[in-house]
């Protein structure tokens, strides 16, 4: 199994239109959800996989303007049987984690997404405590698209997904921190 992440957009080079893979070590991962006490694993409090996913010489993308960005779980061939068949993408969670943003007054509800992403879509939901939550659609891919001058952010956004293991349902959190950039030399 592994997370599915495209970038497509008008300042994306032509080969980064090529899905990027991150996949989960799902042995170590069931090993660990079986032996240890590493977090509830419940939608409160799921487990960190920040340890079970093999970034190898990829990183997570920077944001362009007019880019659409596909978060997706895959399951791989022979997996479809075993323990893992059960897993989901339930969503991904946006937070502005920027000290601009959050050292300034911003009206959270009215403009802090509206200034970044497209929000016209009904898989998009925003918080009163300034999360962004985005649902997956029917295949399964959390989908967002930036504004053609969205400005520069820093956000952070969780992949959340579960799988059900011996009757019970575990959820499981990736964290990524990634940047919104109109251009500017902004380093992360």
Not at 121 to 136: A, E, H, M, N
Request: charged share 25%; with cysteine; aromatic share 12%.
């Amino acid at each position: 199994m592994y997370i599915e992440i495209k970038v497509k957009g008008n300042d994306v080079p032509e080969q980064e239109f090529t899905p990027i893979h991150f996949p989960i070590d799902l042995k170590d991962l069931e090993t660990t959800v079986e032996e240890c006490y590493v977090n509830l694993g419940t939608q409160y409090q799921p487990i960190r996989i920040d340890n079970f996913v093999t970034l190898g010489e990829h990183k997570f993308p920077t944001i362009s303007p007019n880019t659409e960005l596909s978060v997706k779980l895959v399951t791989e061939r022979g997996e479809e049987d075993d323990t893992f068949s059960t897993a989901k993408l339930v969503c991904c969670k946006v937070k502005n984690v920027g000290k601009v943003f959050n050292n300034g007054y911003i009206e959270i509800l009215e403009n802090q997404w509206n200034q970044i992403f497209d929000l016209d879509s009904k898989r998009l939901i925003t918080t009163p405590d300034g999360f962004l939550y985005v649902i997956p659609d029917e295949e399964g891919s959390c989908t967002i698209s930036t504004l053609e001058k969205p400005g520069d952010a820093f956000i952070a956004y969780s992949i959340l997904f579960s799988f059900s293991l011996k009757k019970r349902t575990y959820y499981f959190v990736l964290d990524p921190v990634v940047r919104v950039s109109s251009g500017h030399n902004v380093p992360l």
